[in-house]
């Protein structure tokens, strides 16, 4: 290269550095502002997201701390200071606790409010929402109408639903209740038919089916 050429880029590159520096210039308060957005709304998403890892880390201590208690009164009131407001799944799960908690203390009415709490709500979850509905409608006995725990159990009894069999059982029962008896073999022999369906709940429902007399209800119809 001559000595003409390595002037002429030394040239372009001085050029190059001045229409630079002159950019900056004219910029700076801009590019400044933007670097200070920047890492400004960097650092405020790292706090946000270290205040709500603190917080759920406080409300699951809360929570363990409430299970631990000594008997069921204590552990409601623990679960009563642990604030879950707005947090969907989160709340639900905590009254899916309280209900637990109720029902164990043989405060069934406790547990049903509970239980409807979860089962209303829209930022709950649908499989939340269903299991709510499965155990409103087991503690519900004697306090919730047989009809609305039926009518409760119809979308849980689907074709293809992960708590059908569970459900099946629990339309069984309200069937014996009303006192019918071909309508609950019918139910506890679906509950055998269905693949998806646990040793443990089979198992029930197949000596059930012998324990009121199913060949025979079968025979009669």
Aim: proline residues 2%; aromatic residues 4%.
């Amino acid at each position: 290269m001559s000595d003409y050429d390595s002037f002429l880029d030394e040239v372009t590159e001085e050029v190059r550095r001045d229409r630079m520096i002159g950019f900056l210039r004219r910029n700076a308060i801009w590019i400044a502002a933007a670097v200070i957005l920047i890492v400004g709304g960097a650092s405020a998403w790292e706090w946000r997201k270290a205040q709500a890892r603190a917080e759920a880390e406080a409300r699951g201590a809360a929570l363990w701390a409430a299970l631990e208690a000594e008997d069921p009164a204590a552990q409601a009131a623990a679960l009563d200071g642990i604030d879950m407001a707005g947090s969907g799944d989160g709340a639900a799960l905590l009254a899916l606790h309280r209900a637990a908690i109720a029902t164990q203390a043989d405060d069934r009415e406790a547990a049903v409010a509970a239980l409807r709490e979860v089962a209303g709500r829209a930022d709950v979850s649908p499989a939340l929402r269903d299991v709510a509905r499965l155990k409103l409608v087991g503690a519900g006995h004697g306090i919730v109408d047989a009809e609305e725990r039926l009518d409760i159990l119809q979308q849980l009894t689907a074709e293809g639903h992960a708590l059908r069999a569970l459900a099946l059982e629990q339309q069984a029962l309200i069937r014996l209740e009303q006192g019918d008896v071909p309508g609950a073999v019918a139910d506890f022999r679906a509950i055998g038919e269905d693949p998806r369906a646990g040793a443990d709940v089979r198992d029930r429902a197949q000596r059930l089916v012998v324990v009121l007399g199913g060949d025979e209800v079968r025979e009669d119809g």
